[in-house]
């Protein structure tokens, strides 16, 4: 759902981008893309920044997930007031939102840190949020492929295993957020916000995983003669 709503948002902003000349309408939104922006690296520069590029997608929805958060402990402190809770009570809460508070302006440090680093290396502006997840892998990897190395075919299995847990993980949540919100939606009593949280928690770990795969698909890429490139836009 929410990933079918960013690819949405996205083709609507790559219309936008063709009668606007800025920075913004050259920002990549797919490794793919940053690779093909990228003239002239080496690997080992393209690997790095694939690394960045893939830290930068996570760090995006763990500044969503802490706001979130942030949201939620707003609230229960409000609704604690609202009821006359204890004072202590009260105080607790309070204090777990200045918590929540300071986590995301770390996180927020984190994430603008992290894209200063990624523009310096690969030479590309990222001045907006990236929107579109790293794609998972239509298919499952060969259980042998010639020219891999045993370790990086180990670790390739091991990749796609946790991917497909995350994957299932998060098919799971969306369900269940559905046949929560059909339930909001009927007028009935539904801690939404819990389920909100656990459906972004679900993508970030979901987005980790695919990034991880991804870029060892292009490690062992550059391990074959293989174009990082083309392996990655044929996943």
């Not at 002239?40 to 790095?48: I, P, R, S, T």
């Not at 969503?64 to 105080?91: C, H, P, S």
């Amino acid at each position: 759902m929410k990933t079918m709503m960013k690819r949405m948002i996205f083709a609507v902003l790559a219309v936008f981008a063709l009668t606007v000349n800025d920075a913004r309408a050259e920002m990549p939104q797919t490794d793919v893309d940053l690779i093909s922006q990228m003239t002239g690296a080496d690997n080992d520069k393209v690997l790095q920044a694939l690394g960045m590029f893939y830290d930068l997608h996570a760090s995006e929805l763990a500044v969503q997930y802490a706001d979130e958060q942030l949201t939620g402990a707003f609230f229960a402190v409000t609704r604690a007031q609202r009821n006359n809770a204890a004072a202590q009570k009260i105080a607790e809460l309070q204090q777990a939102q200045k918590d929540k508070s300071a986590q995301r302006a770390a996180l927020t440090q984190q994430n603008q840190t992290l894209r200063v680093r990624l523009e310096e290396l690969s030479g590309v502006e990222f001045l907006d949020n990236l929107m579109v997840t790293p794609e998972a892998p239509l298919n499952a990897p060969a259980a042998t492929a010639s020219g891999v190395a045993s370790d990086l075919a180990k670790a390739r299995s091991e990749a796609w295993t946790v991917l497909e847990t995350a994957q299932k993980a998060l098919q799971e949540e969306r369900l269940v957020l559905l046949d929560a919100q059909q339930r909001y939606s009927e007028g009935q009593k539904v801690p939404i916000g819990n389920h909100l949280r656990a459906m972004t928690a679900a993508e970030l770990n979901f987005t980790k995983a695919v990034s991880a795969y991804r870029l060892l698909e292009a490690k062992i890429a550059t391990t074959t003669g293989k174009s990082i490139k083309d392996v990655l836009a044929g996943l």
